[in-house]
């Protein structure tokens, strides 16, 4: 049972069943985020008319020195560390505007671009609100990491999975990030795996909320505190299907363990699925 959490209500009451999903499940719904419906819906037209173009102009916009951290990655590109076939999906990822880690960030068009800094900003100030919650619980625990994520290498990514006869969109894997931001979607298929290994389909969302999720970075740093949930995307209806998750992560430098900093810890998962090189 993934716990649905109203941002509305008072702020001890959010902190305190926040930390607890994501400690218990790994997985929150969280309503009232103040990101307007109207901007994944326009999010949602600009990628469907970028994946729509020929593969001859996609491929301008792809990066594969840097990971494709910026830009396109090609159809078939990403593959599970456990799954035996790549995903069928291209992707488009932007960037922190305050990261040049990987370079700047590329736009196929001013109308994609205004979108996708509007949405970039409004993640950011939600995933900085969720984080500091975080923060606050593990202040018992560790060192607080408040100051990390200000200029993290947080990630938009837009997803598409053409039509095929692939049953699996996205093999079951945990994600890599603190936290991961998946706004309503209106094609079903997100499923969770259970500690005895049963999946579960996503509760049912409405427009405008959003799922979150903690990642492996997350459950490294918390010494296993917060929960790092393996999941999955299968095929439920016909069709093409989008996806426009949100990746928050911290600053390169952040130290995960006492070795580990997050630039390592990400580029060895990033060769691990094959898009960094
Ligand atoms: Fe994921």
Not at 13 to 42: M, W
Not at 133 to 160: C, M, P, T
Request: glycine share 6%; with cysteine; proline share 6%.
């Amino acid at each position: 049972m993934i716990p649905r959490v109203n941002l509305k209500d008072p702020e001890s009451v959010v902190q305190r069943r926040f930390t607890d999903a994501l400690k218990q499940t790994g997985f929150c719904i969280l309503s009232n985020t103040n990101i307007p419906y109207e901007l994944h819906k326009q999010a949602y037209d600009d990628m469907k008319h970028f994946f729509s173009l020929p593969l001859t102009q996609k491929i301008h916009y792809e990066k594969p020195h840097i990971g494709r951290q910026r830009g396109y990655a090609s159809y078939g590109i990403e593959q599970a560390i456990t799954a035996n076939v790549p995903d069928p999906k291209e992707f488009y990822s932007i960037g922190n505007m305050h990261s040049q880690s990987y370079g700047c960030n590329i736009f196929p068009n001013s109308m994609f671009e205004q979108n996708a800094r509007r949405l970039m900003d409004q993640n950011q100030r939600l995933s900085h609100r969720l984080l500091g919650y975080v923060s606050d619980d593990l202040k018992g625990h560790q060192h607080a990491f408040g100051w990390a994520w200000r200029n993290g290498e947080h990630l938009l990514r837009y997803i598409h999975y053409p039509e095929s006869n692939q049953e699996i969109l996205s093999a079951e894997h945990e994600d890599i990030n603190l936290l991961t931001i998946l706004p309503y979607s209106p094609q079903p298929g997100l499923q969770i795996q259970d500690n005895q290994g049963t999946w579960h389909d996503a509760p049912l969302m409405y427009k405008g909320e959003v799922i979150v999720d903690s990642g492996d970075m997350l459950k490294l740093y918390s010494k296993g505190i917060y929960q790092s949930t393996t999941h999955r995307v299968i095929r439920k209806t016909s069709g093409e299907r989008y996806s426009m998750p949100f990746f928050v992560h911290p600053e390169p430098t952040f130290l995960l363990d006492e070795n580990v900093t997050a630039k390592t810890f990400l580029e060895d998962r990033l060769r691990s699925i094959g898009v960094l090189n």
